[in-house]
């Protein structure tokens, strides 16, 4: 907060519901922040509905030097690194979508990307440990319902990995050394949409998809 918009003092917060009824929630929000606490207002979905986060500290430099997310890029890059050489050209793609294009699909969606359940057993333990740890700085009440959530989606086998050679504007990965600053876990109930370049945006959307 004291590197991105001058403090705590900058950001906005709401509350929505009655405090103390079992159905309300909690939000702040302001730059690079949407944060929650969500007293089940929301139904099927994990945090109360999408969240925000990022940092701008390391804007345009390679590694992204004291940024808060930079170890997020190091550990899903620990899953590119393990894949072979067909399983990287499925996961590679050209062009990221827009970083704030995290609306929930249908089952029957193509996702970007390389399907988890195509994975061998210990690729897919190195996603499951990213996953957990993306979501280890939120409550253990809304890790165990993200988690859930993943579950009724099909959990990892219907989950897509994607790492992008550009971003949304066309511009390649820091330093252009395959280390990959752009990634995507996105299935049924999920998407987390990482975008580590010039900086740390992140947006993420868990839960079921309500009919339209």
Request: glycine share 12%; hydrophobic share 35%.
């Amino acid at each position: 907060m004291e590197d991105d918009w001058g403090g705590f003092n900058s950001y906005t917060m709401a509350l929505f519901g009655q405090p103390g009824t079992g159905k309300f929630e909690w939000e702040m929000t302001g730059r690079h922040l949407t944060i929650r606490a969500d007293g089940d207002s929301v139904a099927n979905a994990a945090f109360g509905g999408p969240i925000v986060y990022g940092h701008g500290k390391g804007d345009s430099e390679v590694g992204l030097p004291g940024n808060l997310f930079a170890y997020q890029v190091k550990m899903a890059n620990t899953v590119f690194l393990a894949l072979d050489e067909k399983q990287r050209e499925k996961a590679l793609v050209s062009q990221a979508p827009t970083e704030t294009q995290v609306l929930l699909q249908d089952q029957q969606v193509q996702f970007p990307g390389i399907c988890v359940g195509e994975l061998s057993s210990d690729q897919k333990d190195l996603v499951e440990m990213t996953i957990k740890v993306i979501l280890a700085p939120y409550r253990e009440t809304d890790v165990e319902e993200a988690m859930a959530q993943l579950k009724q989606g099909g959990g990892l086998e219907k989950l897509n990995l994607s790492f992008y050679k550009t971003d949304a504007h066309g511009e390649p990965d820091l330093g252009e050394d395959g280390e990959w600053e752009i990634w995507r876990l996105e299935g049924p109930t999920f998407v987390w949409h990482f975008r580590g370049q010039p900086h740390v945006h992140t947006y993420v959307n868990i839960g079921k998809k309500t009919p339209s």
